[in-house]
């Protein structure tokens, strides 16, 4: 893999073999001194999981500390250590990260399936607007079907994240698109960039129509499916094999544009949305360090959240603005495939999903028409829910996080 690191950079006050202090360190200084230190103390990068960013640049780690030489003065006496608030300072990020990405892909999950249900129900009276009557329906499904039936699908969902991830790293190593832009961007490497997101969501949008079905699917008549399935369905849409689907089921290539559509502005979306309010934190409160260079508990926190407040920021804004293209899209999609879904009125029955569009031209005009234009929205309560609880999570966290660095 790539490393993502700058040709510039340095290790956060590590020196290489290159630099002529590296080898003055060995020849005639002593390591008491403190041009020495830095050799010692230096920082790495933790794992690359949202939150784990080292973001506090000039703190420094020590490896290890030296404890005053017993009797026999040897150097077997000095052993390294770390104090517990220390290792907690190192995990902090990796750990609100996971909490972060557990909400967003598995404590979400049933605001998604009925955001979804929603969606490609165009039957319903009810739009589900407010957070109230979609927590209602929720508890309904749950009592009549059990709590599995608001996870379905889970499974396929991470498929189709490996299977973009995949997709991406292989296109930007056999062609010349940039996977990741840097400092210095040109607007080539824009189009270059956007250019492979757009091949990556047409390779992976198969498999997002079957996990679609498997997501909205109501759990009475659906069998067990294995988490292959996804797969499975997907190739078997490319290949024209599979479960039988009805003749309005509509070709992938009629697909092609409006799921690049989503895709694309989704990212540039949330990408611009990360970046001006990640900007706005940083510089509404810089890191302040102290003049001993010693860390506290508050600084910490401050430099690993405003990253995952960033992010949260730019899944929100793109997803709230984004709403109405997802609806269509997902209409689309599920169109033809005789999927029965939950009704989403009441939360005790199954209805069928029996839409004639055309395409996305058609199935905008329908829902106007026949909707109104608040039925671009069924279904926007679940969203007030996903996110109420992703944030909840995420101060939760700090709390935790902060009380466990004050008491160590």
Known sequence: MTSRRPDSFDGLGYRGREDPAYSGGYTGRSFNNSSSVDLQQWVTTPPDIPGSRNLHFGDRTPQSETVPAGPGGGAEDTQPSAPPAEQLNRFAGFGIGLASLFTENVLAH????FRRQCQVNYHARCYHLSPLTAMSVMYNVTKTQGPKALWKGMGSTF????VTLGTEGIISECTPLPRELSHKWNPKQVVGH??????TYVVAMPFYSASLIETVQSEIIRDNPGILDCVKEGVGRVMGMGIPHSKRLLPLWALIFPTVLHGVLHYIVSSSVQKLVLFL????????????????????LDAY??????????????DVLLFPLET???RLHIQGTRTIID?????FEVLPINTQYEGMRDCINVIRREEGALGFYKGFGSIVVQYSLHAAVLQITKVIYSTLLQNA
């Open 110 to 113: 049933p605001c998604i399936v």
């Open 281 to 300: 934190l940083r510089r509404r409160s810089p890191t302040k360090q102290p003049p001993d260079g010693s860390e506290t508990v508050q600084s910490m």
């Open 305 to 318: 959240f405003p990253e995952l407040m960033a992010s949260f920021a730019a899944s929100l804004c793109a």
């Open 159 to 162: 498929v189709v994240q490996g």
């Open 194 to 199: 956007l250019v492979l997101k757009g091949l």
């Open 343 to 347: 009704n989403t009125d009441l939360g």
């Open 328 to 330: 269509v899209l997902h």
